[in-house]
């Protein structure tokens, strides 16, 4: 298993940050009501878009499900656009027609997210066999949860993703929970990349909240892809931090178990990856200044989307097939 030099696990831990602080931003400014659609935040699953997306070029594509600001922004989609979006401004990613769970960016290789669960897995598996009747070497990767493990879509298409020998990268962030209930009362005592691997993909688990192992992962997993081998799954736990929807946390609901949301805070991506760059020899002073790019990058992209313009009417008209 390759290991990220210090340098390269330094930008992820730039990458993660960037992501976390983007939506500690988005929770801080909700209650404004100015944000007019659902968010679903992905607070303390960084490493896993991070560590997944930074093995793809941009001709790679990516679809992703309605928790899909991280995964947007790791494969390279634009911090304006997302800001815009869920203002619902006309420099959206969108256009402003499709708020949080909406996203696409042509120009980064993120092609959609969308709130139906298993929506994309399907579209994912016909871009990567369109891919693979152009002979472009190109991967496709989808994102989505445990929770699709349980739609039917999503085994119908690994098993044609094998049938085809597809150029797909399958990648289930398991955090646990559907909404508030626990994974052990919607499915049976087994570990759902076994399953994967009886249809007949290459599939493996790993800790998804340690960037560096969902990154070796994630490397193995996308070569093999490119290199003709069929398609991939990835099974990675992790944990949200925040509610299923919206912008505040919620263990005083009780779903959890006493202390397991602590437990998953004392596992975050961001102090694990402190650490290692610490070991390394990266100093405090190195990871406050990436602390002060990311905040000023972050304050940056808010006051440029929110100077934007908000759609004219007439773009009511555009997109629309009959």
Same mark, same amino acid.
């Given at each position: 298993?390759?290991?990220?030099?210090?340098?390269?696990?330094?930008?992820?831990?730039?990458?993660?940050?960037?992501?976390?602080?983007?939506?500690?931003?988005? !929770?801080?400014?909700?209650?404004?009501?100015?944000?007019?659609?659902?968010?679903?935040?992905?607070?303390?699953? &960084? !490493?896993?878009?991070?560590?997944?997306?930074?093995?793809?070029?941009?001709?790679?594509?990516?679809?992703?499900?309605?928790?899909?600001?991280?995964?947007?922004? !790791?494969?390279?989609?634009?911090?304006?656009? *997302?800001?815009?979006?869920?203002?619902?401004?006309?420099?959206?990613?969108?256009?402003?027609?499709?708020?949080?769970?909406?996203?696409?960016? *042509?120009? !980064? #290789?993120?092609?959609?997210?969308?709130?139906?669960?298993?929506?994309?897995?399907?579209?994912?598996?016909?871009?990567?066999?369109?891919?693979?009747?152009? @002979?472009?070497?190109?991967?496709?990767?989808?994102?989505? #949860?445990?929770?699709?493990?349980?739609?039917?879509?999503?085994?119908?298409?690994?098993?044609?993703?094998?049938?085809?020998?597809?150029?797909?990268?399958?990648?289930?962030?398991?955090?646990?929970?559907?909404?508030?209930?626990?994974?052990? &009362?919607?499915?049976?005592?087994?570990?759902?990349?076994?399953?994967?691997?009886?249809?007949?993909?290459?599939?493996?688990?790993?800790? #998804? @909240?340690?960037?560096?192992?969902?990154?070796?992962?994630?490397?193995?997993?996308?070569?093999?892809?490119?290199?003709g081998e069929g398609p991939q799954f990835l099974e990675l736990h992790t944990h949200r931090w925040p509610e299923h929807c919206g912008p505040n946390e919620d263990d005083e609901l009780?779903?959890?178990?006493?202390?397991?949301?602590?437990?998953?805070?004392?596992?975050?991506p961001l102090l694990y990856s402190g650490r290692a760059l610490a070991d390394a020899g990266v100093g405090a002073e190195v990871l406050l200044e990436i602390e002060q790019q990311?905040?000023?990058?972050?304050?940056?992209?808010?006051?440029?989307?929110?100077?934007?313009?908000?759609?004219?009417?007439?773009?009511?008209?555009?997109?629309?097939?009959?």
């Amino acid at each position: 298993m390759n290991v990220p030099t210090t340098a390269e696990l330094q930008d992820l831990y730039y990458r993660m940050l960037r992501i976390r602080r983007a939506e500690e931003a988005i !929770a801080a400014r909700y209650a404004e009501q100015h944000m007019r659609c659902p968010t679903h935040l992905c607070i303390g699953e &960084e !490493a896993i878009a991070v560590g997944v997306c930074a093995h793809l070029t941009e001709s790679d594509k990516v679809f992703s499900n309605h928790r899909g600001h991280g995964h947007y922004l !790791a494969k390279g989609g634009s911090l304006v656009g *997302l800001i815009a979006e869920l203002y619902g401004l006309a420099a959206g990613c969108c256009g402003g027609r499709g708020g949080s769970m909406h996203l696409s960016d *042509l120009s !980064a #290789g993120f092609i959609a997210s969308t709130p139906i669960v298993g929506g994309t897995v399907p579209v994912a598996a016909g871009y990567a066999w369109g891919e693979q009747r152009r @002979n472009s070497n190109n991967v496709v990767v989808v994102f989505f #949860g445990d929770g699709c493990f349980e739609e039917g879509v999503l085994h119908e298409t690994m098993n044609f993703a094998v049938l085809k020998n597809l150029p797909l990268v399958m990648v289930c962030e398991n955090n646990q929970y559907s909404v508030m209930t626990p994974l052990y &009362e919607r499915q049976p005592a087994r570990d759902i990349y076994q399953i994967a691997a009886a249809h007949g993909l290459q599939a493996v688990s790993g800790d #998804g @909240n340690k960037v560096e192992h969902v990154h070796a992962l994630a490397e193995n997993a996308i070569a093999a892809a490119r290199d003709g081998e069929g398609p991939q799954f990835l099974e990675l736990h992790t944990h949200r931090w925040p509610e299923h929807c919206g912008p505040n946390e919620d263990d005083e609901l009780g779903y959890r178990m006493p202390g397991e949301l602590l437990a998953w805070k004392q596992r975050c991506p961001l102090l694990y990856s402190g650490r290692a760059l610490a070991d390394a020899g990266v100093g405090a002073e190195v990871l406050l200044e990436i602390e002060q790019q990311v905040g000023a990058e972050i304050a940056e992209a808010f006051a440029e989307a929110l100077a934007g313009p908000a759609p004219v009417l007439a773009s009511m008209e555009r997109h629309v097939y009959v």
